[in-house]
């Protein structure tokens, strides 16, 4: 092994006021992290915040978009001029986020470094974005990102060393000054995970047959080399299964992001006419969200929680019973119902993973989710865009019913809950807040007003205490809820880089078997009225409709 010499340096900087990580870590424009010293300052910021930093272990990867690789250059020499121990880094630079929370535990590391900006589009003209994650794998908390946050505000001056520049790609330790680079192969650690959750023997038989197909689209990002590997090379599913399973620095001009809108070419080849596959998925940027597809179906990632948990039994990890769920407030209320039914804690949280973390360490869930394609369990510390796959899988090997049929018998068994959620992307942040100042000033006015079949109960902004911790989170979206178990819900991104976004989530409850098979927007017709209703939108932002329907 070559010990490579290398020369520290201190830069003097001014700090940067704008670095407050947002629901999941820091995003910007490539552009605006190539600014100069702008990554190194975020960077330093997250070293500084770590008293224990010295000798300790990192994990760091990303999800391959551009400036993937320069940034971990600059990160490398960073890490070994602020005495980082150990890196373990994925080859070519490459970890999903699961895979990287996975690596953190695995190799007891202090945390690691995830460099994605998730489903956001990539390229040179598109995002970039930095998380880190703490030694439980799961994404910072909110104290940890304040403090980064501050320290980023006032710092003024980061430490580098010069490396000679690191080959990336081929796998092996390397050692910098006192610091050694182990390079890993992305996959392994992560597949022998899934192997010991799911039945893989059945999942490979369901695979192999005649009567069974599936698609997955990897939409060029950061699950391609892990599905191709786990479900074509292991499993045995016919070579091409996993389509656009090259990640690409720009995601082939696309938005990775696993819904209706932007994975076009698997929803059209599900509700093509001939040779439909029986089961559809599609994963995002960094690997952590997933869409559920069957046959000419598709299944909101609300359904899809509530069904893992009342499917739980049927895989091998989760067999003797799960502990508790957990789903972001926004996240419709199905997984309720079934946590009801099976007499568990259900934990009603803010956007964001990171508010599970807490609930996942004090073993009071096992499996938990979000309204914006993730779901995940115990087995790691973040959302598992994969792991949802192949418990889709799982449950299709045993059961052997098609998708559409599990999802009808659990309507049936536990009522539809119909949702939608309405995006209105790049909003001026002037009129954002003035319809949201707006929609506070009647807030009190709300409850007991009637809209056609629908009487407002209460109406709140939401505020969470977390029942491990104790920690306070404030203003973590409007909820408005109705007598009939119908829920209006107004809150704004925390993951953007332009303008603001203004999410409008609308559910309704049914429990009539020939109310199941409505046309959601239809179904829910009424109440996206009384949304924009409330809100004003049409006068407030001046739109008309919204950009982005999932
Ligand atoms: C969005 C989703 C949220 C998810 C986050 C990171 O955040 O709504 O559920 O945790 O991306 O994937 P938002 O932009 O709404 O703040
Ligand atoms: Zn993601």
Not at 142 to 168: D, G, M, R, W
Not at 219 to 232: D, F, H, K, Q, R
Not at 485 to 508: N, P
Request: proline share 4%.
């Amino acid at each position: 092994m070559t010990n490579f010499s290398i020369k520290t340096e201190t830069i003097a900087i001014r700090p940067f006021k704008d670095q407050k990580p947002g629901t999941s870590g820091l995003r910007k424009t490539v552009k605006h992290f190539q600014s100069p010293h702008y990554l190194e300052t975020f960077i330093q910021s997250i070293f500084n915040s770590l008293p224990t930093l010295k000798g300790s272990t990192l994990v760091l990867g990303g999800d391959g978009r551009y400036f993937n690789r320069e940034a971990i250059q600059i990160i490398l020499g960073m890490a070994t001029a602020n005495q980082v121990g150990k890196i373990i880094l994925g080859q070519s630079g490459i970890l999903s986020t699961p895979a990287a929370s996975q690596l953190i535990t695995d190799y007891n590391a202090l945390g690691g470094i995830i460099l994605s900006a998730s489903h956001n589009a990539g390229g040179k003209a598109g995002d970039f974005g930095v998380k880190f994650d703490t030694a439980n794998g799961g994404p910072a908390p909110e104290k940890l990102t304040n403090s980064i946050y501050q320290i980023a505000s006032h710092l003024t001056s980061y430490k580098i060393a010069h490396l000679a520049h690191v080959s990336l790609d081929q796998l092996g330790h390397y050692q910098y000054g006192d610091m050694s680079v182990e390079i890993i192969d992305s996959v392994k650690n992560y597949s022998t995970l899934m192997g010991s959750i799911f039945n893989f023997g059945r999942i490979a038989t369901l695979l192999t047959s005649d009567d069974f197909s599936m698609c997955f689209d990897a939409m060029n990002a950061v699950t391609g080399p892990y599905a191709i590997s786990i479900l074509e090379d292991q499993l045995g599913a016919p070579k091409g299964t996993v389509i656009r399973g090259r990640p690409l620095p720009d995601f082939g001009g696309k938005h990775p992001d696993p819904n209706l809108a932007h994975a076009k070419q698997l929803v059209a080849t599900m509700y093509q006419t001939e040779n439909t596959p029986h089961f559809g998925a599609a994963s995002d940027g960094d690997g952590d969200r997933n869409m559920i597809m069957g046959d000419h179906f598709f299944v909101t990632p609300s359904d899809s929680l509530a069904i893992l948990a009342a499917n739980a039994h049927l895989i091998p990890a989760y067999s003797k019973g799960i502990k508790g769920v957990a789903r972001s407030m926004p996240t419709s209320a199905a997984v309720d119902k079934v946590a009801k039914k099976m007499g568990i804690n259900c934990f009603e949280t803010p956007t964001g993973w990171k508010f599970f973390s807490n609930l996942l360490d004090a073993d009071q869930i096992t499996l938990c989710g979000e309204e914006s394609f993730g779901t995940g369990s115990n087995h790691v510390n973040e959302k598992d865009g994969l792991w949802a796959v192949l418990f889709w899988l799982n449950i299709l090997a045993e059961r052997k019913i098609s998708v559409k049929n599990i999802v009808l018998q659990h309507w049936q068994e536990y009522g539809r809950n119909y949702y939608t959620r309405h995006d209105y992307e790049n909003i001026p942040v002037d009129a954002a807040n003035t319809l949201f100042n707006h929609l506070y000033q009647h807030l009190e006015t709300l409850p007991k007003q009637q809209f056609g079949d629908y009487t407002i109960s209460d109406a709140d902004d939401f505020r969470y205490e977390d029942p491990i911790d104790q920690s306070i989170s404030e203003k973590q979206g409007i909820r408005i809820l109705f007598d009939n178990d119908a829920r209006i819900i107004f809150r704004l991104s925390g993951t953007g880089t332009e303008g603001a976004t203004l999410r409008v989530y609308i559910e309704k409850y049914v429990t009539n078997n020939n109310q199941f098979e409505i046309e959601t927007q239809t179904a829910l017709a009424p109440l996206i009225k009384i949304a924009t209703h409330i809100a004003d939108i049409k006068q407030q932002i001046n739109r008309d409709e919204p950009t982005v329907i999932t």
